[in-house]
T-cell receptor
Framework: QEKVQQSPESLIVPEGAMSSLNCTFSNSASQSIWWYQQHPGKGPEALISIFSNGNKKEGRLTVYLNRASLHVSLHIRDSQPSDSAVYLCAVSRGSNYQLIWGSGTKLIIKP | DAGVTQTPRHEVAEKGQTIILKCEPVSGHNDLFWYRQTKIQGLELLSYFRSKSLMEDGGAFKDRFKAEMLNSSFSTLKIQPTEPKDSAVYLC???????????FGEGSKLTVL
């Protein structure tokens, strides 16, 4: 069964620094990889997705995908206290593009 | 535009009761998902509808969990009978196109005593 693993489990980063989150998946045939942000008491919110090997940049976010090593990372430049949240990695698979979810990384930005 | 609306936000039930959670997806979205979220198991898919047709029913959740799409703008999740292990946040999400971004509601927090 396909698995998605995220690391670290939690991360404390000073305000203004770069936050780096990791996600590994078990099936190189997976389609898109998504990153979602979830604040306490709220539902997850999509941040960015990637399909092709390489990197994709949107604002302060950069995501890197390496299908050969089954690894994707999310980097948040100039981290802000409002970035404090749980970040979920989700990998789509199958004809229904069903998402397999990681267990999340809790990011805390310290002012 | 209105996002995904879930009601109630909080529900407390006695073991053995029947509870119904409600979801209104984003207008015009074709795909609808019900998830359960717990600290231990994370996000687990309960049901997936595409254009009101049930595509996946979450296997292990079949016996006491039933999701329905009464029309394209309203879905319910019935849990019958409830058990304490059902205590979790139940999230509804919708998507405009298969494989696209999911839009989540704020969830319904269920506590079963």
């Amino acid at each position: 069964q396909e698995k998605v693993q995220q690391s670290p489990e939690s991360l404390i980063v000073p305000e203004g620094a770069m936050s780096s989150l990791n996600c590994t998946f078990s099936n190189s045939a997976s389609q898109s990889i998504w990153w979602y942000q979830q604040h306490p008491g709220k539902g997850p919110e999509a941040l960015i997705s990637i399909f092709s090997n390489g990197n994709k940049k949107e604002g302060r976010l950069t995501v890197y995908l390496n299908r050969a090593s089954l690894h994707v990372s999310l980097h948040i430049r100039d981290s802000q206290p409002s970035d404090s949240a749980v970040y979920l990695c989700a990998v789509s698979r199958g004809s229904n593009y069903q998402l397999i979810w990681g267990s999340g990384t809790k990011l805390i930005i310290k002012p | 535009d209105a996002g995904v609306t879930q009601t109630p936000r909080h529900e407390v039930a006695e073991k053995g009761q029947t509870i119904i959670l409600k979801c209104e997806p984003v207008s015009g979205h074709n795909d609808l998902f019900w998830y359960r979220q717990t600290k231990i198991q994370g996000l687990e898919l309960l049901s997936y509808f595409r254009s009101k047709s049930l595509m996946e029913d979450g296997g292990a959740f079949k016996d006491r969990f039933k999701a329905e799409m009464l029309n394209s703008s309203f879905s319910t999740l019935k849990i019958q009978p409830t058990e304490p292990k059902d205590s979790a946040v139940y999230l509804c999400a919708s998507s405009l196109a298969t494989g696209g971004q999911l839009y989540f509601g704020e969830g319904s927090k269920l506590t079963v005593l």
